[in-house]
């Protein structure tokens, strides 16, 4: 992870530097603070406005080099865009992205940004510095040290009328972004540097956080009997793993919040191979796993006072002479049986048995996991929303709020028994793949086997996990997409 840019807070006017940037809305307006020092530039923003074409929507830029009358190498003036009242928060932090990339190609390699009275809530200022450190994320270590697409902007001053809570609200916000590079770094990660012991690996390292780590190896698969698991692995010459991370920041007794990731490290389709087109995009299938470790890291830097348990179920599917095959029959931890149908249906099975140890093992109050699961999604909702079922309507209420609140958005699918004749089988108790119709509610109907009564919600992150658009927030492949959802969605919640 390439992260050089370095974000500070104080409530001193600025006096000098290298840039100066100042906000103003559609009507060319400064708030009292910019207005201050533009004042004491001289210079008539109207006429500036007007031969630069200037109208103060988000985006527009003028820059202005050695000022007059402040001690500044250059102004910048920014569009804000029209007045709002508290906008949504991940608004600022779109805001913060286009600050970003606004100084970045302009050459600036530090600024002071002033932030005006209307603009100055604790969660405003955080949100803005949050979308610039997350513009500012590249995934560099495999490039050759000369080139050329570093940022320039290395360090960002945002001088606030008052401190108050601004600083806690940073260090928050800084913890967030903090988890989701971390999740964007994983999926990045070209396959041959990442199996599932790599990924058990990282997770342990983890502990110097505070978390609790445990690491399960294919012995204790075998002991607990996770047969839907292990059959996805066995292919590989990298055995899977689980990974189980401890947040204990709760009180003693209270029962966890489970979130659980599939991890599935590269995904051929094993014998029901995928073509060879965009095949290199399934290092990324491990999407699900990596907003696990995300959350988890970002819980333990920001001291939540909940319980969290993290679980990832770590494989990898490939063909060979041991693989699993279509026709099989699989024994689950929970003592159902499987009949396998397409081999490429995998990350379900994965689930299977970490949804079920989880719900056996850690008795946690909920459950939520996240997968990279199925094509269907992607073709119904693109890269803007992820797809969301559960079984409870108060989980998907509260999923809903937090993706609207944070930009990383949720759209709740439903659920119904008769989905649930799909994925009958002649040989086992249930079938792993229910034909081509609807197959992302079948693939949720099928995971809903292994959650029991717990309040369980499954979010299908296959469009939003990576390969998407670049945004205002990100320009890279991964999208780190999950753990500010789930951040927000324990805060409003759950602490």
């Known amino acids: 992870m390439s992260d050089t840019l370095s974000i500070a807070l104080t409530d001193k006017m600025p006096a000098k530097g290298a840039a100066l940037v100042l906000y103003t809305d559609e009507s ?31 985006g527009h830029i003028v820059d202005i080099p050695a000022p007059t009358g402040i001690d500044f190498e250059r102004l910048i003036v920014l ?94 916000a800084m913890a967030v972004a903090e988890g989701t590079m971390f999740a964007r770094d994983l999926v990045n990660e070209p396959p041959n540097h990442l199996g599932p012991a790599d990924i058990a690996a990282i997770a342990t390292d983890m502990s110097s956080l505070g978390l609790e780590v445990e690491i399960l190896a294919v012995t204790d ?21 689980v990974a189980v991370l401890h947040w204990k920041g709760g009180k003693k007794n ?46 333990a830097l920001r001291k939540a006072s909940i319980n969290a348990v993290g679980v990832v179920a770590l494989a990898e599917n490939m063909p060979d002479g041991n693989s699993y095959r279509p026709g099989d029959i699989l024994k689950a931890m929970s003592g159902k049986t499987i009949e396998v149908i397409n081999t490429d249906a995998e990350g379900r099975l994965a689930l299977a048995d970490a949804l079920w140890y989880t719900r056996e093992t850690c008795k946690p109050r909920l459950m939520i996991d996240l997968a990279t699961l199925t094509g ?24 809903m709020s937090a993706g609207f609140a944070t930009g990383e958005k949720v759209w709740h699918w439903p659920m119904s ?78 602490e």
């Not at 530090?110 to 603009?119: K, M």
């Not at 490039?143 to 008052?162: N, W, Y």
């Open 376 to 399: 269907a999604m992607l073709v119904a909702m693109g890269h803007d929303f992820a797809g969301l079922f559960t079984n409870t309507d108060q989980l998907a209420d509260q999923l």
């Open 28 to 58: 060319g307006h400064f708030g009292a603070r910019s207005n201050q020092l533009w004042q004491s530039t001289g210079l008539d923003f109207k006429k500036i406005a007007k031969a630069t074409r200037f109208a103060g929507r988000p």
């Open 221 to 241: 698969l075998e002991r607990l009997g996770m047969g839907a698991l292990l059959a996805v692995g066995q292919g590989s010459v990298r055995p899977p793993h």
């Open 417 to 494: 028994p008769a989905y649930e004749k799909l994925i009958e089988s002649r040989f086992a108790d249930i079938k792993n793949q229910g034909g081509r119709n609807g197959g992302a509610i079948i693939a949720a109907h099928f995971l809903a086997n292994f959650v029991g009564d717990t309040p369980w919600a499954h979010i299908d992150i296959v469009g939003t996990a990576f390969g998407g658009p670049s945004s205002e927030t990100n320009t890279s492949w991964a999208s780190g997409f999950g753990v500010a959802l789930l951040d927000r969605f324990i805060a409003d919640n759950y």
């Open 254 to 299: 209270d029962a966890p919040i489970a979130i659980v990731g599939k991890g599935i490290v590269f995904d051929t389709g094993g014998i029901s191979i995928k073509g060879a087109a965009n095949m290199d995009a399934m290092k990324g299938d491990m999407g699900g796993a990596a907003a696990v470790l995300g959350i988890m890291k970002t819980l």
């Open 79 to 172: 569009g804000r865009g029209a007045e709002a009242a508290n906008p949504e928060i991940a608004a600022w932090s779109d805001r913060g992205g286009s600050l970003f990339a606004k100084l970045d190609a302009a050459g600036v390699s530090e600024a002071a940004i002033v932030i005006d009275e209307d603009d100055s809530s604790p969660q405003m200022i955080a949100a803005l510095a949050a979308g610039a450190k997350l513009r500012s994320y590249r995934f560099e270590k495999y490039k050759a040290k000369d080139k050329s697409d570093r940022p320039a902007l290395t360090a960002l001053t945002l001088h606030i009328p008052k401190m108050d809570c601004a600083q806690s609200a940073l260090d928050r």
